[in-house]
């Protein structure tokens, strides 16, 4: 199951009381304050493991505390801080107040930790509070609380190229044929009901990855056909790749129009990264036919395919592989 989304209630430990004590020793005269002071609470941190691929784990456990710090004890002994509570999160998650709406850390890099919520500080003990005035205090101070927090985690796949379309555009079937990736393909619509990721590789020593976006409808960015779920995925990809059926009902100068309204309707700057155009299942349609009659706009490349019978594949792949190391080194 692939889970995006879900929010938790994290809160770190309660600091340890600081001690009162005094020097109670045989042949010691008149000895002095000797409360040590409480230990810190424990944190709750959030960590990047990259080999998760999904909240799944963080769906059934709303709830996270970590431990409390213990409290101080005579002879200037520190009570034992709290442990922390760990969460793992895949590479890709961002991590939101849900009362303030605050983002606190776009977690990407493989091990990056964000503090989520900090341990409170332990307590002063009265051998803290002596002075040439009040060379016997009987005060302590106790523990801080832990902080607590509602968070909101939103997972945003990480992939170099992702492809978008309508539904039953020929996606699934792409990612099977260029990649190690099995999504489920059949002969109707919303086939793919969860993003996709697949690694290309171009030879032995290069590759890269790709993600298959679900089918995006009209409306999509106002949620339609859980639009905005699917649409945060592609914030992700530095290279978007359109496909276009052009042996469906749907013309496919309306068909990219459309994609191209939902996806500026949800993020404008969507629109400023490299795209290219695939016009699929060109075996089906008589060659006359497979030329697009609408205007694109300037800087991308169309390509023309059949992701079942792998016609023009090879050339794409090569030219999506040289688009995402322009991207690295960046160029583009």
């Not at 976006?213 to 779920?229: D, M, R, S, T, V």
């Amino acid at each position: 199951m692939f889970i995006d989304l879900v929010e938790i209630d994290v809160r770190g430990g309660d600091g340890g009381a600081g001690c009162v004590s005094f020097r109670r020793e045989k042949h010691v005269p008149r000895g002095g304050p000797d409360g040590g002071d409480g230990g810190m609470g424990g944190d709750i941190v959030i960590e990047v493991d990259p080999q998760m691929r999904t909240l799944l784990d963080l769906r059934y456990r709303k709830s996270y505390r970590a431990e409390n710090g213990r409290p101080g004890q005579g002879k200037c002994r520190a009570g034992r801080n709290g442990s922390a509570v760990v969460i793992t999160v895949p590479p890709g998650t961002v991590v939101e107040d849900r009362d303030s709406g605050r983002i606190l850390a776009d977690l990407i890099d493989p091990g990056q930790t964000l503090v989520a919520a900090a341990g409170g500080r332990g307590g002063k003990g009265n051998y803290a509070f002596r002075s040439s005035i009040d060379q016997a205090p009987r005060r302590a101070t106790g523990g801080e609380s832990g902080a607590a927090r509602r968070l909101r985690l939103t997972l945003k796949l990480i992939a170099d190229v992702g492809i978008v379309g309508l539904p039953n555009a020929g996606k699934s079937t792409l990612l099977r044929s260029v990649s190690d990736a099995h999504p489920r393909v059949a002969p109707y619509p919303f086939t793919t009901v969860n993003p996709v990721l697949g690694i290309v590789r171009v030879d032995e020593a290069r590759s890269f990855c790709m993600v298959d976006i679900p089918g995006l409808i009209e409306g999509a960015h106002e949620g339609k056909g859980l639009g905005i779920q699917f649409l945060r995925h592609i914030e992700r990809c530095r290279i978007l790749l359109f496909i276009v059926d052009v042996a469906a009902l749907v013309p496919p100068e309306e068909a990219y129009r459309q994609l191209m309204h939902e996806i500026r309707c949800y993020s404008e700057t969507l629109l400023e990264r490299p795209r290219y155009v695939a016009l699929n299942k060109v075996d089906l349609v008589p060659e006359s036919n497979n030329a697009i009659r609408f205007a694109l706009e300037a800087g991308e490349m169309i390509f023309r395919i059949s992701a079942l019978t792998r016609r023009g594949l090879d050339g794409l792949v090569k030219v999506l592989y040289r688009a995402v190391c322009e991207a690295d080194n960046g160029r583009l």
